[in-house]
């Protein structure tokens, strides 16, 4: 099973996704921010740990998804991680050709976001 990292500036939101997945049987970890997903990532490496799927708010004060996207991709024992890329706000072209660039994948909050979630989950195997 997928390990997996939520990573969301609305507790409740990461709450929610927390609780469904475990649900679903996934082993997974929640972070309040940027800044705490990448310690949360680099000590899953350095534990040898790492998370194999990471859910990732854009839109977040201080460390963005934006930045965080840059440092795993940059990183080359975080590199090849799976990310799915998450915001309830409109997106631009722009925007979803950076995340496809970035080799995310992105689902937008305003659907049924923890179904499309574990739909995801479950067709990476």
């Known amino acids: 099973m997928k390990r997996v990292l939520v990573v969301d500036d609305e507790p409740d939101l990461v709450t929610v996704l927390v609780i469904a997945l475990q649900a679903h049987g996934y082993p997974v970890t929640g972070a309040p921010s940027g800044a705490e997903a990448l310690r949360e990532l680099r000590q899953a490496v350095d534990d040898a740990t790492p998370f ?3 859910l990732l708010d854009i839109a977040m004060p201080g460390v963005d998804g934006w930045q965080v996207l840059r440092e795993i991709r940059a990183d080359a024992a975080m590199r090849d991680m799976r990310v799915v890329a998450v915001t ?4 631009s072209a722009e925007d979803l050709a950076r ?3 970035a080799g995310a994948i992105f689902i937008d909050k305003r659907a049924d976001y923890v179904g499309a979630v574990l739909v995801l989950l479950e067709r990476m195997g």
């Open 52 to 54: 194999d799927v990471l």
């Open 99 to 101: 995340l496809g660039d």
């Open 88 to 91: 309830g706000r409109a997106t």
